[in-house]
């Protein structure tokens, strides 16, 4: 889904994905070694492209005042989810040049343990299990970003989100399915990090009431002039 904090002003409208300095510029990950070619023809036949690459640094928890509002019958509720999300700094494979890596903005809400991690404000299970020297892939839509800005929390020029299942476009134009996976030391690749579907009716369109579990960590939702029109359609 992206996907990231966002600013949303009545001035100037929505901005979809305020960790991209320029969503126009999409950066192509360098080409990952032959026996990912199937994974790469995967990825870009849903409009995206793959990242395999080596975890360079111990994920990061980045918070959010962005939350995507509860809608009931066609109006929003007071009560949302909050869309933290877990940045990962990774090197591609066959490529040492620094400039080159990529921060992964993965979204906690598709992690399986959000409603657990969410309230410590911390990196949700499965995402929390990767470790710096772990290659993983990412399938997901590109973007180029300044470091430390816009929600950065590391020294990359690139940008990769959307790595995360859906169940429908979220947006028009942008991939309805990527993933994050884990590579392991034979180059098997294991199953979606990203693959949590409980919170997919948040976007449906038109938006249905969800039927969270109990645990889900609610908070407060003013709406702030946004309407649940463009909210059905914010990238994540």
């Given at each position: 889904m992206?996907?990231?904090?966002?600013?949303?002003t009545?001035?100037?409208?929505?901005?979809?994905?305020?960790?991209?300095?320029?969503?126009?510029?999409?950066?192509?990950?360098?080409?990952?070694?032959?026996?990912?070619?199937?994974?790469?023809?995967?990825?870009?036949?849903?409009?995206?492209?793959?990242?395999?690459?080596?975890?360079?640094?111990?994920?990061?928890?980045?918070?959010?005042?962005?939350?995507?509002?509860l809608?009931?019958?066609?109006?929003?509720?007071?009560?949302?989810?909050?869309?933290?999300?877990?940045?990962?700094?990774?090197?591609?494979?066959?490529?040492?040049?620094?400039?080159?890596?990529?921060?992964?903005?993965?979204?906690?809400?598709?992690?399986?343990?959000?409603?657990?991690a969410?309230?410590?404000?911390?990196?949700?299970?499965?995402?929390?299990?990767?470790?710096?020297?772990?290659?993983?892939?990412?399938?997901?839509?590109?973007?180029?970003?300044?470091?430390?800005?816009?929600?950065?929390?590391?020294?990359?020029?690139?940008?990769?989100?959307?790595?995360?299942?859906?169940?429908?476009?979220?947006?028009?134009?942008?991939?309805?399915?990527?993933?994050?996976?884990?590579?392991?030391?034979?180059?098997?690749?294991?199953?979606?990090?990203?693959?949590?579907?409980?919170?997919?009716?948040?976007?449906?369109?038109?938006t249905?009431?969800?039927?969270?579990?109990?645990?889900?960590?609610?908070?407060?939702?003013?709406?702030?002039g946004?309407?649940?029109?463009?909210?059905?359609?914010?990238?994540?």
């Amino acid at each position: 889904m992206k996907k990231l904090l966002i600013a949303l002003t009545l001035v100037t409208g929505v901005n979809f994905n305020a960790f991209a300095d320029n969503d126009d510029v999409t950066p192509i990950p360098p080409a990952p070694p032959a026996q990912f070619a199937t994974d790469v023809a995967s990825c870009e036949a849903v409009g995206a492209h793959l990242l395999v690459g080596t975890v360079e640094a111990t994920p990061a928890y980045v918070g959010s005042k962005t939350i995507q509002p509860l809608v009931v019958d066609g109006k929003a509720q007071n009560q949302g989810i909050l869309l933290s999300h877990t940045h990962i700094l990774v090197q591609p494979l066959n490529d040492s040049n620094p400039a080159d890596a990529y921060e992964i903005a993965a979204d906690n809400v598709f992690a399986a343990g959000y409603d657990q991690a969410q309230p410590n404000k911390a990196v949700p299970a499965p995402l929390s299990s990767l470790q710096v020297g772990q290659v993983i892939e990412a399938c997901g839509l590109t973007y180029s970003q300044t470091p430390f800005k816009g929600g950065s929390v590391f020294q990359a020029n690139n940008g990769i989100h959307w790595v995360h299942s859906n169940d429908q476009p979220i947006s028009p134009g942008h991939t309805t399915n990527g993933w994050l996976k884990e590579v392991d030391s034979s180059g098997n690749v294991g199953t979606n990090l990203e693959g949590a579907s409980e919170y997919f009716c948040l976007w449906h369109s038109p938006t249905t009431d969800c039927n969270l579990p109990a645990d889900a960590p609610l908070v407060p939702y003013t709406p702030h002039g946004i309407s649940i029109a463009q909210s059905a359609l914010l990238p994540w």
